[in-house]
C-alpha cells in the first residue's frame, strides 16, 4: 500500500472514533420481532371461526389494489406536482461515440406550484428557473459550444437567461417538446423530466419491497420508450426500477436514459416533500440573453 | 430453536457491531444515517439466519447487504452541501476535539464522492479487502476497482488538502501530524 493509501486508512480511522453513545443496533430486529409476536397471538386469540371472518370481512370491504402501472405513474404525477429535493448521481455513458464523461453528484430543489428550482452538480454546473426563464450557468464546456457555433458570449456574464421557458411542470411526457439539458453537457435530465417520462412507463411490475429513513413502500421495474413532441421527434427511453413510498411519492428512481444518441445512467433520490424552496435569479449584471431565445 | 438463533444473533451483533457502525458512516456520512443502515441491514441478516452457515463469514454476508441497501437507499442530505473549505477550530486547541473535528470533515469529503468511488474507498482502506474482493462484492471488474479507487483516493486528497498532507506518512513512517 502507498503512501496516500496510507493515508487514507489513517484518516477513515480518525473519521470513525467518535461513535456517539446510546447506539442499540438490535433495537429494530427486537421492534420486528415483537410486531410477528404480537399479530400471531392476535390471531390465535381469534380462533379458526374468527380468523375466517376476518379474512371475509377483509376481503368484501377492501377496495382492489391499484395496478403497478397506476401506482408508478400516479407516484410520477403526484411528485412532480408538489415542492421536493433531489440528490442524483448522473454519468453519461455514451455520447455520439464521443468519450463518456465522470460521474457528476447533484442536488436539487423544485416547487412546481411556484415554479421554481434549482440544480447543480459538482462538476460546476448550475441551472435555476425562477420568474418564468431558465439561467444556466455558462460552463466552459457551454462556452466552448458557444464559441464553435455562436452567438458570441459578452464578456463579463456568467449566466445565460432563456426567457419563456419556466419550470418544467412534470406533466406527462407526450407534452415534452425537449428535455431540459442538464448543462454538464448534453444528455443528463432534469429530474421534472424524469417524472414527466415515467408517466408514459410501460412494462410496469412490483419486484419487491422497498424502504428508506423514514418510510417504506414498493419497488418497481420499468421501460418508457416515446418521442419528444418537437420537430425532430427525438426518440427517448428510460428503463430500470423505481421506488414509490406509502403515500404514493416518487422515492428513488434509478435507471438509463437515452436522448438521441446520448444514454445517462441516473440514480436519483427524492425527499423533503413539502419544503419551501426559495430561488434568486443571477444578478442581471452577470446575465446574458442569447438572441433569438 | 428460536431462543437459540437469537442468543448467537445478538452474541454476533454484539461482537461486530461497532465495526459495522465504522463502516456505515464512512459509507454514509453521518452517524444516525450509519445506525438506519446498520439496523436495516441487520433486520436482512436475521430473516437469513435460519438459513446460514454461521461457521462461514458472516462479515462478508453482512457486508454485501450492507452496500447493497446503501446502493438502493439512499440517506440523502437535505440541505446545500457547503464545501468546508477551512477546518472548524476547537475551543481551546484540545487534541480529542481536533481528531472529532478533522473526522467530520473527512467523513462529508467522502460523502460527496460518487457513490460506487466511496463503496471502494471504505471496502478497500477501511474493511482492508483485496481488490479482488472489493470486485466481488460491488460486482464489478478489477480495473473498475482500481479506476475509482485512484479517482476516490485523488479527488479525496484535493477535497482534503492541508489536512491530507498533515496526515501523511513521510518517509521515516511517522506521520507529519505526529511531528507537528
Known amino acids: 500500500m502507498n503512501d496516500t493509501e496510507e493515508t487514507a486508512r489513517r484518516l477513515f480511522a480518525v473519521a470513525t472514533e467518535d461513535v456517539p453513545p446510546g447506539i442499540d443496533l438490535l433495537r429494530a430486529v427486537r421492534a420486528r420481532s415483537r410486531t410477528r409476536v404480537v399479530r400471531a397471538r392476535a390471531l390465535a386469540a381469534l380462533g379458526a371461526a374468527g380468523i375466517v371472518a376476518l379474512i371475509a370481512g377483509i376481503t368484501l370491504s377492501a377496495a382492489p389494489a391499484p395496478s403497478a402501472f397506476a401506482q408508478v405513474t400516479r407516484a410520477a404525477a403526484r411528485t412532480a406536482a408538489a415542492s421536493y429535493t433531489v440528490r442524483s448521481d448522473q454519468k453519461i455513458v455514451a455520447i455520439g461515440g464521443l468519450r463518456s464523461k465522470p460521474w457528476a453528484t447533484a442536488y436539487g430543489e423544485f416547487d412546481t406550484v411556484h415554479g421554481v428550482g434549482e440544480f447543480t452538480d459538482n462538476l460546476g454546473a448550475q441551472i435555476r428557473w425562477v420568474a418564468g426563464s431558465t439561467y444556466v450557468f455558462l460552463t466552459d464546456d457551454l462556452r466552448a459550444a458557444y464559441q464553435r457555433t455562436g452567438p458570441p458570449i459578452p464578456a463579463g456574464v456568467s449566466w445565460e437567461q432563456l426567457a419563456g421557458l419556466p419550470l418544467p411542470t412534470g406533466g406527462p411526457a407526450a407534452e415534452l417538446g425537449m428535455l431540459s439539458i442538464f448543462p454538464g453537457f448534453l444528455g443528463s435530465v432534469d429530474p421534472q423530466d424524469l417524472l414527466a417520462l415515467l408517466q408514459s412507463a410501460t412494462d410496469v411490475r412490483e419486484v419487491g419491497p422497498a424502504s428508506g429513513p423514514g418510510w417504506t413502500g414498493s419497488a418497481y421495474s420499468f421501460t418508457v420508450a416515446t418521442k419528444l413532441n418537437g420537430p425532430v421527434h427525438t426518440p427517448v427511453s428510460l428503463r430500470g426500477t423505481v421506488d414509490v413510498d406509502q403515500q404514493g411519492r416518487v422515492r428513488q428512481l434509478d435507471g438509463q436514459a437515452s436522448f438521441a444518441t446520448t444514454v445517462s445512467q441516473v440514480e436519483i433520490t427524492f425527499g423533503d416533500f413539502g419544503r419551501p424552496v426559495s430561488v434568486s435569479p443571477p444578478p442581471a449584471s452577470q446575465t446574458w440573453v442569447p438572441p433569438g431565445s | ?180
Open chain 2, 1 to 180: 430453536m428460536r431462543r437459540e438463533v437469537d442468543e448467537r444473533f445478538a452474541a454476533y451483533v454484539r461482537a461486530r457491531g461497532d465495526h459495522l457502525l465504522r463502516v456505515a458512516v464512512l459509507l454514509t456520512g453521518d452517524w444516525h444515517a450509519a445506525e438506519d443502515l446498520v439496523q436495516a441491514s441487520l433486520v436482512k441478516l436475521y430473516r437469513a439466519w435460519p438459513r446460514l452457515d454461521t461457521s462461514a463469514d458472516l462479515d462478508a454476508y453482512l457486508r454485501r447487504i450492507m452496500v447493497n441497501t446503501h446502493r438502493s437507499w439512499w440517506r440523502a442530505r437535505w440541505r446545500r452541501e457547503a464545501p468546508a473549505a477551512v477546518l472548524p477550530e476547537s475551543v481551546c486547541g484540545d487534541d480529542l476535539a481536533e481528531r472529532q473535528a478533522v473526522g467530520a470533515v473527512v467523513r462529508e469529503a467522502l460523502a460527496r464522492l460518487p457513490r460506487q468511488q466511496r463503496a471502494v474507498l471504505v471496502l478497500r482502506y477501511c474493511e482492508d479487502l483485496s481488490e479482488a474482493s472489493v470486485a466481488e462484492v460491488l460486482g464489478c471488474s478489477v480495473g473498475t476497482v482500481k479506476a475509482h479507487a485512484h479517482r476516490g483516493l485523488r479527488t479525496l486528497r484535493e477535497r482534503l488538502g492541508d489536512e491530507f498532507d498533515r496526515f501523511e506518512v513521510n518517509e521515516t513512517g511517522a506521520s507529519q501530524r505526529d511531528s507537528g
